[in-house]
């Protein structure tokens, strides 16, 4: 199976500490995105790269959060001096456009839940 | 500012009927939607999509049914069945944006 896989699954830490999570999109795919989700929302846009170009952050983002992609391939989300409202479910999805194609389907990874404490 | 409202949050239906997930969204802009399943601690998972050209489309036993003019699509799940017990977020994007914007979710139980 070559979906999109993140690592890692589930991780806890202590706040004012920083966290990287991984994403490996689905390999033939060229768009990558980031989603927070909390209890009873949906997920929430944080990011998205075209290859290895981030097009767009939300406002959500703020500068304790960083996303690269530096290939074109994987992902990584810094979050940088954790806060305790930074707990929430981080889902990574990837997805293949065409060019002058809009409308696209993504296809997510399994999350990762962090929790500060 | 929700784009995008479930505005149930939980559904229950019998084994073998038809379950009805309702959606409705404001951005005229949105041209294209989709139904994702979530189940806990999984990322969601993409069911079926319509495109705002389409009054619906169909995937064997889930039918989506898009309004334009109401701003309003559904999901129809027929016969529904146990294993479809997970929460759906409706979900639409559209207007140049790639990013999908998503509901809050219905947590569907389909009861034995």
Known sequence: DTG???????????????????????????????????????????????????????????????????????????????????????LCASSSVLTGIFQETQYFGPGTRLLVL | DQQVKQNSPSLSVQEGRISILNCDYTNSMFDYFLWYKKYPAEGPTFLISISSIKDKNEDGRFTVFLNKSAKHLSLHIVPSQPGDSAVYFCAASGGGYQKVTFGTGTKLQVIP
């Open chain 1, 4 to 90: 999109v896989s993140q690592d890692p699954r589930h991780k806890i830490t202590k706040r004012g500490q920083n966290v990287t999570f991984r994403c490996d999109p689905i390999s033939e795919h060229n768009r990558l995105y980031w989603y927070r989700q909390t209890l009873g929302q949906g997920p929430e846009f944080l990011t998205y790269f075209q290859n290895e170009a981030q097009l767009e952050k939300s406002r959500l983002l703020s500068d304790r959060f960083s996303a690269e992609r530096p290939k074109g391939s994987f992902s990584t989300l810094e979050i940088q001096r954790t806060e305790q409202g930074d707990s929430a479910m981080y």
